[in-house]
């Protein structure tokens, strides 16, 4: 991956086998007087992805700072928020990314699996609902919503 096109675009994951190529992205993004929001983004992966939670969040936050209508970045900071086991800031990050972006399933995905960790059934299904509305024929939001279905039977 070029330099321009970690400027370019904004990524949820970055897909490395060897640690050598998380480096790689941040010597180079570093490097880079003319950082974007994109940049940013991709710079916190890359320190997310390789164990450097402190340089991630620093980044994610400099990412939603340049741009923050990046739902990418949201969604990506409310993951490392979520590992912390910062909940409450991780379910304000992906609501945001919902806002800006409510036609993704993913970012519905996201939060309704971290309500569902947290104890928040109904919420979590009302996420999944939502997410299975965007993409119909995704089974494993049908399996998570027949999950939390019995759960909430039991309850």
Known sequence: MTLDELKSKSYRVLLYDLEEQYSSTIS???HDPAK???AYNNLALAYFE???FDNAIV???LS???DPDNAVAFVNRGDLHQKWGKQDLADGDYSCAIELVPTNATYWRCRAYLRKECGRIAE???DFQK???LEPRFEATMREIATLK?????V
């Open 64 to 66: 939603v700072e340049r």
């Open 124 to 126: 979590a299904l009302s």
């Open 50 to 52: 390789s164990g450097d």
């Open 28 to 30: 180079q993004l570093n």
């Open 150 to 154: 019995e759960l909430l039977r039991g």
């Open 59 to 61: 980044n994610f936050n």
């Open 36 to 38: 974007n929001t994109h």
């Open 131 to 133: 997410a299975l509305e």
